[in-house]
């Protein structure tokens, strides 16, 4: 059983950068593909980015490119979102997922581990 830890969320003002951490468990992460997702309050769970096991393939929400960054280091188990220039609007609870294979998906239905989730919170 996989077991993700975000942390890194906060508070900040419109305009600012913060830097998701999802730390992983097993060793095994390095053969999963990842994602981040986040949840607004009253909306359902979206899709933010993705990155593959090797970390060589990426993807994100159209809406989101440009702006924030997947990437992961599997030495540490851990995977990151940097989010640059920050908007009101991406103000939701962040959450890091794995599946168990190693091609990258954008759907919360592929994904088979999720961590418990970090807030952010952006400032106008």
């Known amino acids: 059983q996989v077991q993700l830890v975000e942390s890194g969320g906060g508070l900040v003002q419109a305009g600012g950068s913060l830097r998701l951490s999802c730390a992983a468990s097993e060793r095994t992460f390095s053969r999963y593909a990842m994602g981040w997702f986040r949840q607004a309050s009253g909306k359902e769970r979206e899709f933010v980015a993705a990155i593959s096991w090797s970390g060589g393939s990426t993807t994100y929400a159209d809406s989101l490119k440009g702006r924030f960054t997947i990437s992961r280091d599997s030495a540490k188990n851990t995977m990151y979102l940097q989010m640059n220039s920050l908007k009101p609007e991406d103000t939701a609870v962040y959450y890091c997922?794995?599946?168990?294979?190693?091609?990258?998906?954008?759907?919360?239905?592929?994904?088979?581990?999720w961590g418990q989730g970090t807030q952010v919170t952006v400032s106008s």
């Open positions: 997922a794995a599946r168990r294979y190693t091609s990258i998906r954008s759907s919360v239905n592929e994904y088979d581990y």
